[in-house]
């Protein structure tokens, strides 16, 4: 059985920094892909990272420069840092996986990620 439990969410300021962790078990697949989604109030669940058993990576471009993903080595857990925090980045930041391989690199789309956990909340204030 696969389960994903994030942590690392919090109140944060303006500018701030935070890891977001995902820790994985029952997920032994070799080929798959990981991602980070996120769902504010009123918006819609959006991918801001993954990356896949390869090591490639794929960002949102809101993100790029700023949120980073990474992996431990046993690929047990699933890390986002994420550096110069918005107000409008307040949401629940998901963690996700899919036993798949996508040539074109790990997919942002959340209706390809079969396996989900139940969310951090990461909350800015300006």
């Known amino acids: 059985q696969v389960q994903l439990v994030e942590s690392g969410g919090a109140p944060v300021q303006s500018g701030g920094s935070l890891r977001l962790s995902c820790a994985a078990s029952?997920?032994?697949?070799?080929?798959?892909?990981m991602g980070w989604f996120r769902q504010g109030p009123g918006k819609e669940r959006e991918g801001v990272a993954a990356i896949d058993s390869d090591g490639s990576t794929n960002y949102a471009e809101s993100v790029k420069g700023r949120f980073t993903i990474s992996q431990d080595n046993a690929k047990t857990t699933l890390y986002l840092h994420i550096h110069s925090l918005k107000p409008e980045e307040t949401a629940m930041y998901y963690c996700?996986?899919?036993?798949?391989?996508?040539?074109?690199?790990?997919?942002?789309?959340?209706?390809?990620?079969?396996?989900w956990g139940q969310g951090t909340q990461v909350t800015v204030s300006s």
């Open positions: 029952g997920f032994t697949y070799i080929n798959y892909a």
């Open positions: 996700a996986a899919v036993n798949a391989y996508y040539v074109g690199g790990p997919p942002l789309e959340a209706y390809e990620y079969n396996f």
